[in-house]
């Protein structure tokens, strides 16, 4: 078996699979990314490009994955948002299957057009780039306010339990890398805090729905004055300042994230009114972001991108865990 890289995909029955979709029995395949799933550039002979995801085993139901895809296209189609553009395969269907690794199901997969851009860089000044995360939240936002969802439509929901609990989406973050019995008692202060305050804020219809919950740079492609939103993956029920919250991943601690809240807001409000209170509790989400992303680092610890935040991430959220108890006080 020739395994590709820290995916246990192999790849002679990765290329025997695109025999799925028409004229990629030649391509040539290479892997791009591997967080919750592996993408692959799909190089054609004939100079053109696709791309291909291979979903993680056990993560999106068939329904789900069809689901992100409806409302990825709904909103390319009634709001002009630049989204992925999926290919069907030789079946007409967007979603092919095949066992492509040593997993006893076989494996989702969907090939996309290839997409021309550029990730902005945390080096860049930043502003006009969250400007524009925040406006397309907004624009998220307003489509899921009025769009009719299909009758049958399935997304994981994003809750205080579905994130925090033991048996979270993501994982336990009390088994993450790093957490000793001093950081665990700042994290279960954390915990209980959020709970109370998101259990306060409820989830009314004007501040909780369907939302992309990974819009951030690393899902931005800038070409020319062309921004591109993509990989619904984790696109699900939860509140809509968490759209900023994964703005910000990874990056919660930076000194530039004032700045940053700022532009997005100043992007928000050109397509949405945002209260009161919802701008008060953004605090809250980024915290709870930061507790499901300390979840996925323990649970993920196979894929290069974990490995490579797991030094400090506790450490640092702890920090920031505190600062957070500090402001808002103890549950």
């Known amino acids: 078996m020739a395994l590709i890289e820290n995916t246990g995909i192999d790849r ?3 290329l025997a699979a695109l025999t799925a979709w028409p004229g990629l029995a030649r391509a040539q395949c290479t892997l791009i990314n591997h967080t919750e799933n592996a993408t692959f550039r799909l190089d054609l002979p004939d100079g053109s ?30 709001m002009a948002v630049q989204t992925p553009i999926a ?7 967007l979603l092919q299957s095949a066992h492509v690794s040593g997993a006893y199901a076989p494996q989702f997969m969907v090939l996309f057009e290839f997409e021309e851009g550029n990730e902005p860089q945390e080096n860049e000044n930043l502003s006009a780039a969250f400007v524009e995360l925040g406006r397309l939240a907004a624009t998220a936002h307003n489509h899921v306010q009025q769009w009719q969802m299909p009758e049958r439509f399935e997304r994981m929901r994003w809750t205080a339990s579905s ?12 088994k993450a890398p790093g957490m000793t019995e001093q950081f665990r008692s700042t994290f279960d202060q954390l915990d209980a805090l959020l709970r109370q305050r998101l259990a306060e804020f409820g ?3 004007d501040r909780y729905g369907l939302i992309h919950a990974d819009m951030r740079l690393a899902n931005l492609l ?13 696109c699900g029920f939860c509140w809509y300042m968490y759209d900023f919250a994964a703005a910000i991943s990874f990056i919660e601690d930076s000194p530039e994230i004032p700045a940053l809240k700022a532009a997005w807001l100043r992007g928000y409000r050109k397509e949405r009114t945002l209260a009161d209170a919802d701008e008060a509790e953004m605090d809250t989400f980024v915290m709870l972001r930061r507790m499901a992303l300390t979840a996925w680092i323990g649970s993920h610890s196979e894929t290069p991108f974990a490995q490579s935040l797991a030094g400090d991430f506790v450490r640092r959220g702890a920090k920031l865990a505190q600062d957070y108890l500090l402001r808002f006080g103890a549950a």
Do not use: C, M
């Not at 290919?87 to 269907?93: R, V």
């Not at 609990?165 to 009390?174: A, C, K, T």
């Open 12 to 14: 002679d029955k990765l």
């Open 49 to 78: 490009k696709k791309i291909l995801r291979v979903h993680r085993p056990g993560y999106n139901s068939e329904l789900a994955i069809t689901s992100e895809l409806t409302w990825a296209k709904a909103l390319r189609t009634d």
């Open 87 to 93: 290919i069907a395969g030789n079946n007409g269907h």
């Open 163 to 174: 994130i925090l609990d033991p048996n979270g989406l993501w994982g336990d973050w009390r």
């Open 203 to 205: 989830q009314g219809q």
């Open 222 to 234: 800038v070409d020319g004055r062309h921004i591109k939103l993509i990989d619904f993956d984790d």
